[in-house]
């Protein structure tokens, strides 16, 4: 097949009601976050749900928006495993004085 | 015209004939661009979270009113954006210029209005709350660097991609510029728009004002 005929197979991606429910989705994860945000919950608690929530969220725009869903699976394993991997560098290197900051810090 | 063999040849994965990822090279150019700007943001926030976990006197700013309701409707505005951008991704399959044009020039008009309301607060913190790159009245002096440097970094990436969309829109409507070229530019501004799914909650929504 050619590339030609490789992107034309791509393209073949979500209808315009999937997008649009879609970004309801997103919209109305949204407003929980806001919703969430009066609930005076520990700073550590209150980021660990809010990045989870706003991994979802991503995950939805690459998927969708952004086709990822709908490209060939070489390109996730491509993109998505290097970059978790780079992520997770990150944070190992914060770990030591991170975790000792945390109990010094009042609750 | 080329014989049997070379047909075989320029189809094997190693000789270019084939495309393992089923996509042009400025597709993929834009999704490795994605990868980069992807950590050098995650590298910000990151930092961010660090020092906002670790600092017991981080200011809150951030009333419901103006400042809360303000920043959800810029994030709806860019969603919204998003989603126009899809329409004119969609627009360009079906090779319907006028209506790829038109999506587009009001993807645009979500990144001018989200701009204009960025700027609006951020004329407001400097200008009657005192908030500086340097300074605040309320806590931490880094919340200043951090608030300014993140959202301003993102504040650009928006422009950059109103002017790339302008230009793209003006080619496309023009015929010089492919269906590809669209869907390359709404790769870049939906990534945009997931890179403030990570601001709005962590700068704003971690910072309210009970």
Redesign the interface.
């Known amino acids: 097949m050619n590339i030609q005929a490789h992107a034309e197979e791509a393209h073949a991606g979500a209808s315009v009601g999937t997008n649009c429910a879609v970004w309801g989705g997103l919209v109305a994860i949204t407003f929980l976050e806001v919703f969430l945000a009066y609930e005076e919950l520990q700073p550590s608690v209150m980021l660990t749900i809010l990045v989870i929530l706003s991994v979802v969220k991503a995950a939805l725009i690459m998927s969708f928006f952004m086709h990822l869903k709908y490209e060939k699976f070489s390109l996730v394993l491509l993109l998505i495993p290097a970059t978790i991997f780079c992520l997770c560098m990150m944070f190992i290197f914060f770990f030591p004085d991170a975790l000792r900051l945390l109990q010094m810090g009042p609750h | 015209m080329h014989d049997v063999k070379t047909e075989v040849a320029l189809e094997s994965a190693w000789s270019g004939g084939k495309?393992?990822?089923?996509?042009?090279s400025k597709k993929?150019g834009m999704?490795l661009f994605i990868?980069s700007d992807?950590?050098t943001f995650?590298?910000l926030l990151?930092t961010y979270?660090?020092s906002?976990?670790?600092?017991?006197n981080w200011p809150r700013p951030f009333p419901?009113n103006p400042a809360?309701i303000f920043s959800?409707t810029m994030?709806?505005v860019l969603?919204?954006s998003?989603?126009t951008?899809?329409?004119a991704v969609?627009a360009s399959?079906r090779n319907d210029r006028k209506k790829t044009v038109m999506w587009m020039v009001a993807t645009m008009v979500g990144g001018l209005l989200f701009t204009g309301l960025h700027l609006t607060e951020w004329m407001n913190m400097i200008f009657k709350e005192h908030f500086t790159i340097t300074g605040n009245p309320e806590g931490t002096p880094l919340f200043g660097a951090v608030f300014f440097g993140i959202t301003g970094l993102h504040m650009t990436h928006v422009m950059i991609g109103v002017i790339y969309l302008g230009i793209v829109a003006f080619g496309y409507g023009r015929g010089k510029f492919s269906a590809?070229d669209v869907?390359v530019n709404?790769?870049y501004w939906?990534?945009v728009?997931?890179v403030w799914?990570?601001v709005?909650?962590?700068i704003y929504?971690?910072s309210?004002k009970?």
């Open positions: 495309s393992p990822f089923a996509m042009g993929l999704w990868v992807t950590l995650s590298a990151i979270s660090y906002r976990l670790t600092n017991p419901i809360i959800t994030t709806v969603l919204a998003s989603l951008m899809v329409m969609m399959q590809e869907e709404g790769l939906h990534f728009d997931l799914m990570f709005f909650p962590m929504l971690m309210v009970y």
